[in-house]
């Protein structure tokens, strides 16, 4: 007859039901960004008609909140699974995946400093890209509008970047209302308009220069975040520290973990 015992029979709880805590929030907060992102897809039609994707001239938001939905819940997938099936393929995957992803992030830290000038210019021509497609995808829309009142600025370089929107554009050509116009997020907010303008930024490109400063902001975003990151440097490095340390910690639990059930299983007598 053959009886098995362990010498230490159980592997540490507490290890184990804080990875589980750690990873159960990640894991229902992935499946409501991928919930919100299905959600906003059907709301634009394109669950109906798939090829909108790929008819799209500039950058669809949804596609960020289903790609960090997706990959959120597979790791709070592969932690709450591994904790509490003590899987060890499933906790090494999760390690490797978060070390993975914290490797990308300083790469691109990095390589954001080091070559800061081909950055800002890929950054303007993102911009002018997604200029094209305003008008085209609501998410899109309300993304440029909210960049743009968020940091008092207009387009890449200048409000005549919304030359390259077909409805803005001020060629002889346009039959567009809002020819020679600029979107209401443009347009000098005043706090104690109770109602949104959204007719504010019109015709105002085709008047002289030195009047567009009394009624939209002249300056475009990519001079306006250069200017708002140094003036938030400690803001910006703290994020980026306490995401770390996050991630440093789901490493640690999932390692520590591990090593737990890996001494556990070879203390595993037979008899």
């Known amino acids: 007859m ?37 959600w906003a897809w059907s709301e634009k039609g394109v669950l109906l008609d798939l090829t909108q994707v790929t008819r799209i001239h500039g950058f669809d938001p949804v596609w960020v909140v289903l790609v960090v939905g997706g990959v959120t819940f597979i790791l709070g997938f592969a ?8 899987n060890i393929c499933l906790l090494k995957f999760f390690s490797g995946l978060i070390g ?24 303007s021509d993102f911009f002018l890209n997604n200029i094209k497609g305003y008008r085209e995808d609501i998410d899109l ?13 207009c387009g890449a370089q200048g409000p005549n970047d919304w030359n390259g929107n077909v409805y ?10 809002e020819k020679c116009g600029v979107p209401f997020s443009c347009c000098l907010s005043d706090p104690a308009d109770m109602v949104v303008n959204t ?37 910006v490095a703290g994020v980026f520290i306490v995401i770390s340390l996050l991630q440093m910690l789901g490493i640690f639990l999932a390692r520590t973990l591990i090593g737990d059930i890996e001494y556990v299983r070879s203390n595993f007598i037979r008899y």
């Open 2 to 38: 053959h009886y098995y015992r362990y010498e230490n029979a159980e592997v540490s709880c507490c290890y184990k039901y804080l990875m589980f805590s750690y990873n159960i929030i990640f894991w229902l907060a992935g499946a409501a960004f991928i919930a919100i992102g299905f």
């Open 79 to 86: 932690g709450c699974v591994g904790a509490l099936r003590e």
């Open 100 to 123: 993975f992803i914290f490797f990308l992030e300083l790469t691109a830290a990095v390589l954001a400093f080091v070559f800061q000038d081909p950055l800002r210019d890929w950054l």
């Open 141 to 153: 829309q309300n993304l440029i509008d909210s960049l743009q009142r968020l940091n008092n600025c």
């Open 168 to 177: 803005f554009n001020c060629t002889t050509e346009n039959p567009s209302r």
């Open 199 to 235: 007719q504010c930024g019109y015709d105002i490109r085709s008047k002289k220069e030195n009047i567009w400063s009394t009624a939209i902001y002249t300056k475009g975003c990519i001079p306006a975040l250069e200017a708002w990151l140094p003036r938030n440097i400690y803001i």
